[in-house]
């Protein structure tokens, strides 16, 4: 029966050890993947076969109201006698068909398949190179007629107006269009190969501006005696506790925090996250109590921490800034530079490497071989980021200056 299943229900259904499925009526069904991700399927019978067919993008990219819709457009196509599975396939050789092998088109291809992977967010990002960079000057350009030096024109001028970030995705981006035509049998060429070779080295990067580990005490000494707001503190305090990156740590939502088990889950494709990978984060006894306490504060709220004028939205990616500039500590540490001031502390303290760059959640955790809570390295890291934050305490305390350097267990 349709209406089984609520948007609500769907949205706080918990990842398991194995899949399983729930029931949205007339076959539409949604599965849950152990990874937190979330499909709609809908199954049916054509010509007395059961079939089974994908609805929509994953969960939240298609609502349950969407994939509702979706699936009664397939059922109607099964009641006149079309599957729609066999329809799907036919349009996209017709769509494969139609596509001519400009880099135009390519490039819109290119694009739409990707973006079937892609965040909103890079999917965008993505769309604005095209349109700015790429497709003005290749758009109608046959791709057998595209020569690395017209490639490498192209990039130079992004590179001429300083714009070294964008001219390396462009470079990227390019190769990836072509390797995409290539596979479906558009070209033979690789005109973008040596881009690389011949790309300018840009301005030395500056990094993120992060203090000395022997300069935490005195920071967390003017960190307590800051007198705004204490969802503000709380954020850079928890940022600081944990070294996810800021814009992950500011939108925080309570569904993704298990305050009993001390994990703060961060699902795949989740918005902020780099690349947008699954990533878990062992909470220690000082942010527990802390959340607890904003729980009775914002607990009814999306958000941990919520936004100044408007609860149902975050808090500014500026708010941390600002408090770090009335303690005075301007330009002296940022929310993004405790990443690199925990990883240093860390390291100089010899905690094994891979525990450390888990703890960051660099690197893609589907790739990383071995069980799931090996790849995780949940414990070591539950340790690990105890010991820190009870070491932050020392600090703040005048009675942790020196913390003995252990021995890196493998």
Request: proline letters at 5%; a positive charge.
């Amino acid at each position: 029966m349709a209406g089984k299943l609520t948007e609500l229900q769907v949205k706080n259904a918990k990842p398991r050890a194995a899949k399983y499925t729930r029931a949205a009526g007339h076959g539409l069904t949604l599965i849950v993947m152990p990874d937190g991700s979330k499909y709609w399927r809908l199954r049916y019978r054509f010509g007395g076969k059961a079939r089974m067919i994908a609805v929509g993008k994953p969960y939240p990219h298609t609502t349950l109201k969407q994939a509702q819709a979706t699936a009664a457009e397939y059922r109607a196509a099964i009641e006149a006698g079309v599957d729609p599975a066999d329809r799907r396939r036919t349009e996209k050789l017709i769509e494969r068909e139609r596509i001519a092998r400009t880099f135009g088109e390519a490039a819109e291809a290119w694009h739409r398949f990707r973006s079937l992977a892609w965040d909103d967010k890079t999917a965008e990002q993505a769309r604005n190179y095209l349109k700015k960079d790429m497709l003005p000057k290749l758009r109608s350009r046959p791709l057998d007629a595209i020569a690395p030096a017209e490639l490498g024109a192209l990039v130079a001028g992004i590179e001429k107006r300083g714009a070294f970030d964008v001219a390396k995705k462009t470079r990227q981006w390019i190769k990836s269009i072509f390797s995409f035509a290539r596979a479906n049998g558009w070209t033979a060429g690789d005109p973008a190969r040596d881009l690389a070779a011949i790309a300018r080295p840009g301005p030395e990067k500056q990094h993120f501006a992060h203090l000395q580990v022997e300069e935490l005490p005195g920071f967390l000494r003017a960190l307590d005696t800051y007198d705004g707001s204490e969802l503000v503190k709380a954020c850079a305090r928890l940022a600081l506790w944990t070294a996810n990156r800021p814009g992950v740590t500011r939108t925080l939502r309570w569904d993704e925090l298990d305050l009993d088990s001390g994990l703060w889950t961060i699902r795949k494709g989740r918005e902020g996250m780099k690349r947008g990978y699954f990533h878990l984060t062992p909470l220690p006894k000082q942010a527990i109590a802390m959340l607890r306490d904003l729980r009775r504060v914002t607990g009814n709220f999306d958000y941990v921490f919520i936004g100044r004028n408007d609860p149902s939205k975050p808090l500014s990616d500026g708010a941390i800034g600002g408090m770090f500039k009335r303690i005075g500590y301007h330009r002296k540490q940022t929310a993004h530079g405790f990443r690199h001031l925990v990883s240093t502390a860390l390291n100089d303290r010899g905690y094994e490497q891979n525990w450390i760059e888990r703890q960051l959640a660099h690197g893609d955790p589907d790739k990383i071989r071995g069980t799931y809570n090996k790849a995780q390295y949940l414990e070591p890291r539950r340790s690990m980021m105890q010991e820190w934050a009870d070491l932050l305490d020392a600090m703040r305390s005048g009675k942790g200056k020196v913390l003995p350097i252990r021995r890196a267990v493998a």
